[in-house]
C-alpha cells in the first residue's frame, strides 16, 4: 500500500459575505471560515490549528479536538462528474489537509500519524454543516455527502511543529483498527452499531460520545 500524503494545505481566516436585505436567503450575511486557500512551503501545526487559519463558531467548529481537517483527494472526481463542477477540487470541503492514499474506511479513531516533526491522531469524522451547502449554492450537498459516506475526518495535535504539503502521513499507532471513520459514520447516521462502545471510547472526541452516549 502507498504511503498517504498531504497533496494540499488550505488555511483561511473567517469572513463576513452577503448583502443586507438580500431576497435569496443564500445571498444573505453570513460569517465563514469556511474559504480555504492553499500554501506553499512550511506552516506551523499548533494545538488548535495551523498558523493563519481560523473558524467562526467555535462551538461547532475548531478547538483541541478538530484542530485540523482532513479529506480524501480521491473523493474529487467523484463530486466533479456529480455536481458538474470541474472547479470541485482540493479545499472545497473546507478541509486543511487534502491527503492522499486515505480514505474513511482506510483511517480508524485514535490513529497516530507523524508528519515531519509534528504528531496527530484521528479524533472524529467530519460533520457537513450548512455552510458546505451555502459555499457551493447546493441545498443538498450535506446530505450528498452523509449519503456517500465522503465526510472527512478530524485530527487533534499531540505534538506541535512544522508541516508542508508533499510530506507523508507515517502510521505511528493503531488502537482501534475496528472502529474506522467509516464504521463510526454508519452508526452516528443510520443508527446501526455498537453504541455503548463508542460511547466509553476515550479516544472519540468528547462531543461524540456524548452523542452515543445519550443513544
Known amino acids: ?3 498517504p500524503h ?5 488555511i483561511g481566516l473567517p469572513k463576513q459575505l452577503g448583502v443586507e436585505g438580500a431576497t435569496d436567503p443564500m445571498d444573505r450575511p453570513w460569517t465563514t471560515g ?3 486557500e492553499p500554501i506553499t512551503g512550511t506552516i506551523h501545526l499548533g494545538k488548535t490549528n495551523l498558523v493563519g487559519d481560523g473558524q467562526a463558531d467555535l462551538v461547532l467548529h475548531g478547538g483541541p479536538e478538530k484542530a485540523v481537517l482532513a479529506y ?3 473523493h474529487y472526481p467523484h ?6 463542477l470541474p472547479n470541485f477540487s482540493y479545499g472545497a470541503f473546507g478541509e486543511n489537509f487534502t491527503v492522499s492514499g486515505q480514505t474513511e474506511a482506510d ?3 485514535g490513529d497516530i500519524f507523524a508528519v515531519s516533526e509534528a504528531q496527530i491522531q484521528v479524533s472524529q469524522p467530519r460533520e457537513p454543516c450548512w455552510k458546505l451547502a451555502r459555499r457551493w449554492r447546493i441545498k443538498d450537498l450535506p446530505k450528498r455527502a452523509i449519503d456517500t459516506g465522503r465526510l472527512g475526518w478530524y485530527f487533534r495535535v499531540l505534538s506541535e511543529g ?3 504539503r508533499g510530506q507523508p502521513l507515517l502510521l505511528v499507532e493503531r488502537p482501534l483498527p475496528q472502529w474506522s471513520i467509516a464504521r463510526v459514520n454508519h452508526a452516528f447516521y443510520h443508527r ?3 453504541c455503548a462502545q463508542l460511547a466509553a471510547c476515550p479516544l472519540l472526541s468528547s462531543s461524540w460520545r456524548q452523542y452515543f452516549s445519550m443513544r
Open 1 to 3: 500500500m502507498d504511503i
Open 34 to 36: 469556511f474559504f480555504k
Open 72 to 74: 480524501a483527494a480521491s
Open 107 to 109: 483511517v480508524c479513531i
Open 6 to 10: 498531504i497533496l494540499s494545505i488550505q
Open 162 to 164: 512544522l508541516v508542508e
Open 79 to 84: 463530486w466533479q462528474q456529480e455536481l458538474d
Open 192 to 194: 446501526k452499531g455498537r
